[in-house]
């Protein structure tokens, strides 16, 4: 067996470069980073580096960057934080329903808090419409926030057009760049946005740590209370080797951003056109073009993607379905839903996400094993019901 | 988790699809999310001679069907009439909570393959 781990998207292992970096921060190097004697300054001098290469990665000043505990929690804060600081400006919100849940549950708790949000549908292809948003952005509107690179099916969205409608409408714009960073460029100033959310350990840092960009002169009402820590925006005393670890992550994305886009790039679609070659019906989720280089979503028609995917892990590939049974009853990928794909498609999905460890033998292992399981789960389907 | 038992079955489906000669077969379905597993039995001599399964569903419905027919296969019907959802779940393994519920469905089957009653 040859352990193949295809769940990027889920998480990525953490690069030995990090590693490095992150280790005497969890030793000798342990001050506070608020601490005004020498073993302070020190935790803090590692701060402020990690800081500059977080804004190397996103193209903005180190002190539009600010430190959370991940990709959720910057989300929660972009949208929960702009929304208290700038209700007084208006109670509208647009949104679109291919959204991580880190933005939607927060858009569900500001419309119990008196704000109204619209949930924008994705074209079949995975694309949100700039057009659509100029649509939905009123007067009123307050922010828009759309993610850039879809997590299920790493779709990118015309985010800088998005962001050009929104503004022109006097709204502030905040995107989900968690599945972007380190995987497709990532430039705060020619996107357009205001604020933009990224999290360590999707790119090979670990997990606990995130960041959020805000753009200078937005604020953001804080959503953990304590002291003045970054810049008076998030109380709590910085983990400072998690810090550490985002920006030596975010210092090798950027070194390696090239590299990454064309050999994973590579990869993912000797893997995609593998599949699509060698099994019949199968049907790749979302657009093929506008997308980030390292996902590939397939449905597999008359199987269950979940059966597939403990299959496939019983041969040691670790991936991820876009539907799961629960207790009897099937939560489909809201994604894939709002996508408008046939509910036995998304019954059927599969996503591989691939990261800088993955190599041609891991492909072509899956692609040599993959053809029998499927082949043996249509067998299996009954060919009539009573 | 899945026990190693049950990802095995899952992976390899033993005694998939479907039986041209079987003397008994049935279906059961999970209504609410629509699972569906079928099995096929070739019984002579009140032995169970032959099996196969068909199964649309969750890995726990794969894993208890595929299990089903290696618990009853060459067994007395006498046999598989007595077999009921502690003794699938300890041939097929662990399989996670929520999805016991393919255990039920797979000995649903069986019984009503079997011309008996509900468990």
């Known amino acids: 067996m040859h352990p193949v781990y295809l769940d990027n998207n889920a998480t990525t292992p953490v690069d030995p470069e990090v590693y490095e ?33 977080v804004a190397e990665l996103l193209g903005c000043p180190e002190r539009e960057v600010m430190f959370t505990s991940g990709g959720t929690e910057a989300d929660n804060l972009a949208v929960w934080g702009l929304a208290m600081r700038y209700r007084d400006r208006g109670t509208h919100i647009v949104t679109c329903k291919i959204e991580h849940p880190a933005v939607l549950r927060t858009c569900e708790v500001l419309e119990n808090d008196g704000f109204q949000v619209t ?81 360590a350990h999707k790119l090979h840092g670990p997990k606990g740590v995130g960041a959020l960009f805000v753009k200078e002169g937005v604020e953001v009402v804080p959503w953990m209370l304590g002291g003045s820590h970054e810049r008076g925006r998030r109380g709590g005393t910085e983990n400072v080797p998690g810090i550490v670890g985002l920006g030596k992550a975010c210092n090798v994305a950027t070194r390696r951003l090239d590299e990454f886009q064309s050999v994973i790039g590579g990869l993912r679609d000797r893997l995609e056109e593998g599949i699509l070659e060698s099994i019949s019906g199968t049907h790749v989720n979302g657009s093929r073009t506008a997308r980030a280089p390292h996902v590939t979503n397939i449905s597999f028609d008359g199987i269950g993607g979940e059966a597939l995917l403990v299959a496939l892990d019983f041969q ?71 | 988790m899945y026990s190693y038992r049950a990802r095995r079955l899952i992976a390899e489906m033993p005694n998939r699809g479907s039986l041209a000669d079987a003397t008994h077969s049935a279906q059961a379905e999970n209504p609410v999310c629509g699972d569906i597993i079928k099995l096929y039995l070739r019984i002579e001599e009140d032995v169970v001679q032959d099996v196969r399964f068909e199964c649309r569903g969750c890995p726990g419905a794969m894993a208890a ?46 019984r009503s393959c079997l011309g008996i009653g509900d468990r």
């Open chain 1, 21 to 53: 970096a992150m280790t005497p921060f969890l030793r000798e190097e342990y001050g506070n980073a608020s601490s005004a004697h020498e073993r302070g300054q020190r935790a803090r001098k590692a701060v402020e580096e990690s800081r500059s290469q």
């Open chain 1, 119 to 199: 949930y924008l549908d994705a074209a079949p292809d995975g694309i949100v419409s700039p057009d659509d948003v100029a649509q939905a952005t009123r007067e009123d509107t307050i922010l828009v926030s759309v993610m850039y690179v879809n997590n299920e099916t790493g779709t990118v969205q015309p985010l800088s057009e998005i962001a050009e409608v929104a503004r022109k409408k006097g709204a502030l714009v905040h995107t989900d760049a968690v599945q972007a960073a380190g995987k497709i460029p990532v430039d705060v100033k020619q996107l357009g946005v205001d604020l933009l959310s990224i999290s």
């Open chain 1, 316 to 386: 040691g590939v670790a991936v991820s379905t876009g539907a799961a049974c629960a207790a009897g009853s099937i939560s489909l990928s809201h994604v894939l839903s709002a996508m408008s794909i046939p509910e036995e498609r998304i019954k059927g999905a599969i996503r591989f996400s691939l990261g800088r460890f993955t190599n041609t033998e891991d492909i072509d292992y899956v692609l040599r094993i993959l053809p029998d399981l499927v082949e043996r789960a249509r067998e299996a389907a009954p060919k009539t019901t009573d």
């Open chain 2, 65 to 110: 069907a595929a299990g089903i027919t290696e618990l009853v296969k060459a067994k007395p019907a006498a046999e598989c009439r007595a077999l009921d959802v502690e003794a699938l779940e300890a041939h097929v393994g662990q399989l996670p909570l929520h999805k016991r519920h393919g255990l039920e469905l797979a000995i649903d089957a069986l």
